[in-house]
């Protein structure tokens, strides 16, 4: 039986995943805003503060997909009525994961940061990842807002003790994070 790191390594790209030190660390020394809900069907791995929820990695096993898993733990981070963002990997046609991935928070209410760019170099392999940012608000946040969240984001979680655990420094993030003035599009009221 895997263990809730490995069902996380054996699913997701490792330029997209922490260290299982890392992720203990947070859970340990972040515990207060970082969590853990898993079954022997699901992970998921997020962040909680006053204001937001940053879903951090969520892993619904290939037996219960179709179950409406995945949606029942979306439901119950909507249920904070807190913006949600998530990080995603563009659509890539040779990989169908990516495809239903971005249908699913489609389907969800989730829409795309559009202003927002995010490349990423990773520690483990040193190539750039570049990644989507997804939200849902239930008061129609702006992209201004979902990107101070990221910020917030990379800056306590993504790169928590980074040196100590990596041997080296994530980019800066104002390297990694990019916003797009022209892109936002005006609040709707």
Not at 68 to 94: A, C, F, R, T
Not at 109 to 117: E, L, V
């Amino acid at each position: 039986m895997s263990t809730w790191y490995e069902k996380l390594a054996e699913y997701f790209p490792v330029e997209e995943m922490k260290s299982e030190e890392h992720m203990k660390l947070l859970l340990k020394e972040k515990g207060d805003i970082y969590h853990k809900d898993e079954s022997n069907k699901h992970v998921l791995m997020y962040v909680e503060t006053e204001d937001f929820v940053f879903v951090d990695y969520l892993f619904v096993s290939g037996t219960a997909r179709g179950e409406g898993l995945g949606k029942k733990l979306i439901e119950q981070l909507k249920k904070k009525n807190k913006p949600i963002i998530l990080e995603v990997e563009p659509i890539d046609y040779e990989d169908t994961d990516t495809e239903k991935r971005q249908r699913f928070y489609s389907r969800e209410g989730f829409k795309h940061a559009k202003s927002i760019g995010y490349r990423r170099r990773s520690l483990a392999t040193n190539k750039v990842t570049e990644l989507e940012i997804l939200y849902w608000s239930p008061e129609n946040d702006d992209e201004n807002s979902i990107y101070e969240k990221m910020k917030h984001t990379y800056e306590t979680i993504h790169t928590y003790k980074d040196s100590h655990l990596y041997g080296a420094s994530y980019e800066s993030v104002n390297k990694v994070l990019t916003l797009d003035d022209s892109e936002i599009e005006p609040m709707k009221s």
